[in-house]
T-cell receptor
Framework: AQSVTQPDIHITVSEGASLELRCNYS??????LFWYVQSPGQGLQLLLK??????LVQGIKGFEAEFKRSQSSFNLRKPSVHWSDAAEYFC?????????????FGKGTHLIIQP | DGGITQSPKYLFRKEGQNVTLSCEQN?????MYWYRQDPGQGLRLIYY???????QKGDIAEGYSVSREKKESFPLTVTSAQKNPTAFYLC??????????????FGPGTRLLVL
């Protein structure tokens, strides 16, 4: 079965600094990978997704992610964070080989922005 | 505006009581999903539905039931058999469940508390 690991439960970054959130997956087929963001008490919003092609994916709000098959990783990056980026970030993997089994999520990384 | 609505925002359940969470979408999406979110656990799939009058169990279906009588509606019932129902419940939908790279759009969530 597929699984997603987000090694960092909490990350604290100063406003204006760069950010990298880690995501590793375990998968037996071509992965479909997603990053979502969740503000407190809210639903999830898609930041970006990868399913084929260019391994560097651009998303909304200035985020990007790079798929590295050799490392089984899909890390999320942002060159300069803003206080409004404070939120919970989830990496997710789509169902193997098609189908409709829903997404498998990591446990999330809580991002704290220091002034 | 198109989107997913969930109601109520907060729901209280007494011991031994069944409660139903509402999820409605006007995106004309075929697939709908229910996830449960616990602190530090990420999201886990409860049930999903690819099409009207059809639904499948997810990873943690025990103690829950669903129906899909209309394309736009996918209510979730938390039964008395669910011994630990306190959680944040998120409904999602996607255009076509058979295409794994399709984005899942999430509702704002319902927080269920046990009295």
């Amino acid at each position: 079965a597929q699984s997603v690991t987000q090694p960092d439960i909490h990350i604290t970054v100063s406003e204006g600094a760069s950010l990298e959130l880690r995501c590793n997956y375990s998968y037996g087929a071509t992965p479909y990978l997603f990053w979502y963001v969740q503000s407190p008490g809210q639903g999830l919003q898609l930041l970006l997704k990868y399913f084929s092609g260019d391994t560097l994916v651009q998303g909304i709000k200035g985020f990007e992610a790079e798929f590295k098959r050799s490392q089984s990783s899909f890390n999320l990056r942002k060159p300069s964070v803003h206080w409004s980026d404070a939120a919970e970030y989830f990496c997710a993997v789509g169902p193997p080989g098609g189908g409709a089994d829903g997404l498998t999520f990591g446990k999330g990384t809580h991002l704290i922005i220091q002034p | 505006d198109g989107g997913i609505t969930q109601s109520p925002k907060y729901l209280f359940r007494k011991e031994g009581q069944n409660v139903t969470l509402s999820c409605e979408q006007n995106l004309n999406h075929d697939a709908m999903y229910w996830y449960r979110q616990d602190p530090g656990q990420g999201l886990r799939l409860i049930y999903y539905s690819q099409i009207v009058n059809d639904f499948q169990k997810g990873d943690i279906a025990e103690g829950y039931s669903v129906s899909r009588e209309k394309k736009e509606s996918f209510p979730l019932t938390v039964t008395s058999a669910q011994k630990n129902p306190t959680a944040f419940y998120l409904c999602a939908s996607s255009i076509d469940a058979r295409t794994p790279q399709e984005t899942q759009y999430f509702g704002p969530g319902t927080r269920l508390l046990v009295l």
